[in-house]
């Protein structure tokens, strides 16, 4: 079995098409029919995150911790007494390709490290801030990125690693920092494909939407200093 880990705080917006993606994605033909499941994990939520949940063939898991480390571990650990062979992860504000999980598998690796695309820039997020990002993105294979959005690891290699850890934000980069210590081989790869969110109002404090918010007061700051 092969399990989907989407750990969600408040995502009534960007559910729907999240829950569709990976429902498709786990219909793949070249998954030859193996089962895939596929955990929500409603982390705190006050909206209507578990309603949307519950129109959708998955499984749900509810918790009062605010912490995306405990969220992804909690499922994570329900997905491997379930017998998963393979946990795939993403978030709620993102959409997988229907070859997502095809495409993980298919790299061999023991962990998979994918990229993410951005699908719609905030109105904020001028030209100016996007040629900078893509300046510093790696959109290629052997790219360093690590993206809980597009994550993809082995029962085994998982259990080597230790787990997520309960932090509030980067629990997808230490455990990529435990597997590199266990020596496990990890595919850094752009061929799993996700497209994410690029909203500001980041739900983890430092994650993705932190740095892109970052990004575009140093961009703000840098043409400031050029109008002076």
């Given at each position: 079995?092969?399990g989907?880990?989407?750990?969600?705080?408040?995502?009534?917006?960007?559910?729907?098409?999240c829950?569709?993606?990976?429902?498709?994605?786990?219909?793949?033909?070249?998954?030859?029919?193996?089962?895939?499941?596929?955990?929500?994990?409603?982390d705190?939520?006050?909206?209507?995150?578990?309603?949307?949940?519950?129109?959708?063939?998955?499984?749900?898991?509810?918790?009062?911790?605010?912490?995306v480390?405990?969220?992804?571990?909690?499922?994570?650990?329900?997905?491997?007494?379930?017998?998963?062979?393979?946990?795939?992860?993403?978030?709620?504000?993102?959409?997988?390709?229907?070859?997502?999980?095809?495409?993980?598998?298919?790299?061999?690796?023991?962990?998979?490290?994918?990229t993410?695309?951005?699908?719609?820039?905030?109105?904020?997020?001028?030209?100016a801030?996007?040629?900078?990002?893509?300046?510093?993105?790696?959109?290629?294979?052997?790219?360093r990125?690590?993206h809980?959005?597009?994550?993809?690891?082995?029962?085994?290699?998982?259990?080597?690693?230790?787990?997520?850890?309960?932090?509030?934000?980067?629990?997808?980069?230490?455990?990529?920092?435990?597997?590199?210590?266990?020596?496990?081989?990890?595919?850094?790869?752009?061929?799993?494909?996700?497209?994410?969110?690029?909203?500001?109002?980041?739900?983890?404090?430092?994650?993705?939407?932190?740095?892109?918010?970052?990004?575009?007061?140093?961009?703000?700051?840098?043409?400031?200093?050029?109008d002076?």
């Amino acid at each position: 079995m092969i399990g989907i880990l989407i750990p969600a705080h408040n995502e009534e917006d960007l559910l729907d098409a999240c829950l569709s993606t990976a429902l498709r994605a786990s219909k793949h033909g070249l998954l030859a029919g193996e089962p895939v499941e596929i955990l929500v994990v409603l982390d705190s939520c006050t909206d209507r995150s578990a309603q949307i949940v519950s129109q959708y063939p998955v499984a749900c898991l509810s918790i009062e911790a605010r912490n995306v480390g405990q969220a992804r571990a909690a499922g994570a650990r329900i997905l491997l007494e379930r017998g998963a062979r393979w946990i795939s992860c993403t978030d709620a504000d993102s959409r997988v390709a229907d070859d997502w999980l095809v495409a993980q598998l298919g790299l061999g690796a023991d962990a998979v490290c994918g990229t993410v695309t951005v699908e719609r820039w905030h109105e904020s997020f001028d030209e100016a801030a996007q040629i900078r990002y893509h300046s510093h993105y790696q959109a290629c294979d052997g790219h360093r990125h690590i993206h809980g959005a597009n994550l993809g690891i082995s029962a085994d290699a998982y259990r080597w690693a230790g787990g997520f850890e309960p932090l509030a934000c980067d629990e997808d980069v230490q455990l990529v920092r435990q597997l590199e210590l266990s020596g496990a081989n990890i595919a850094w790869s752009h061929r799993p494909q996700v497209h994410t969110s690029a909203r500001l109002d980041s739900r983890a404090r430092g994650g993705f939407g932190d740095y892109l918010h970052k990004l575009v007061q140093i961009t703000q700051k840098k043409a400031d200093q050029i109008d002076l």
